[in-house]
Every structure is written in C-alpha cells, then in structure tokens.
C-alpha cells in the first residue's frame, strides 16, 4: 500500500453511516424508566444517617484543623519580633579582628549585618530575613572564634 491509497481509504471513511436501527425509542424507553418513582432506590435510613455524621465529622476535622493553623502562625508571630530584636541588638557594636585574613571577612559581615537590620526595620515578621540575621551572627561568632585560636 502506498500514501495514495491510504489518502483514498480515509477519504471514504469520512461518509456519513446510519445506525443498524433507530436509537431514539430506546434512549426515550431508558429515560422513562429512569424517571420513574419505583426505579429510583431509597437510601435507608441508617445509611442517611451515617452519610449525615460523615460530613458533620469532616466538617468538625476540617474546623480543628484551621484553628490549629491560626494557632500556630499566631504563635509564631508573637515570638517573631522577641527573635529579632534580641538579634538585632545582639552585636551592635563593630568588631575589627587584628589578623588581616578576618578583616575583610569582618567588614563584609558587618556591612550584610547592617543591611539586614534596615531590611528587618522594612519587614520586621520576616521569617527570611531573621535567619539570614541569625546566620550573619553566626558567622560573626565564628570570625572571633577563629580570632581566638589564631591568637
């Protein structure tokens, strides 16, 4: 079989077909027998019953759930500021190590530190911005510790 072919057999495909027998009487037959009082099932009682104490559970679960969410990023917001201004006041005073290896990475420290504190005035609930100011410090403690062992 070439294209020419193929083209051609799909070409007769495209013609209109007429059903083996007229579907309307049974579609109408199923339609009537669907809306019928005796077709339709009743759902027994008991089964109601417990469809109605599902729904009231997933509702009470879903409730619990939202407040336990509210809860927590209240929590969160109220303990948030103590983080960061105990950070923020934590090493405000600039701190210049002798050894000129931990100078420049002082400097750099101190200016991130500076930043993030004019960041944290801008947002001060930021999440991010606390544990970038917690890392900085970090880092700073480490410097002076470093300072320290080199002595």
């Known amino acids: ?5 193929w083209l ?11 059903p083996r027998s007229d579907l309307w009487p049974h579609i109408e037959a199923a339609l009537d027998d669907d809306a019928s009082p005796a077709a339709t099932p009743a759902t027994p009682p008991r089964a109601r019953h417990m469809r109605v104490w599902a729904m009231a559970a997933s509702f009470a679960a879903v409730a619990l759930l939202a407040c336990g969410v509210m809860w927590r990023m209240h929590a969160i917001s109220q303990s948030a500021p103590q ?16 050894d000129p290896r931990l100078a420049g990475a002082a400097l750099e420290l101190d200016a991130a ?35 320290k062992q080199a002595g």
């Open 113 to 147: 530190r500076m930043e993030l504190q004019q960041a944290m005035q801008q947002a001060p609930d930021s999440p991010a911005l606390q544990r970038l100011l917690q890392q900085t410090h970090a880092q700073q403690n480490y410097l002076r510790e470093l300072e």
């Open 83 to 98: 983080v960061a201004d105990t950070a923020m006041h934590a090493h405000d005073t600039r701190w210049k190590p002798n």
């Open 8 to 18: 051609r057999q799909m070409r007769e495909l495209n013609q209109p077909v007429a």
């Open 1 to 5: 079989m070439n294209e020419f072919e």
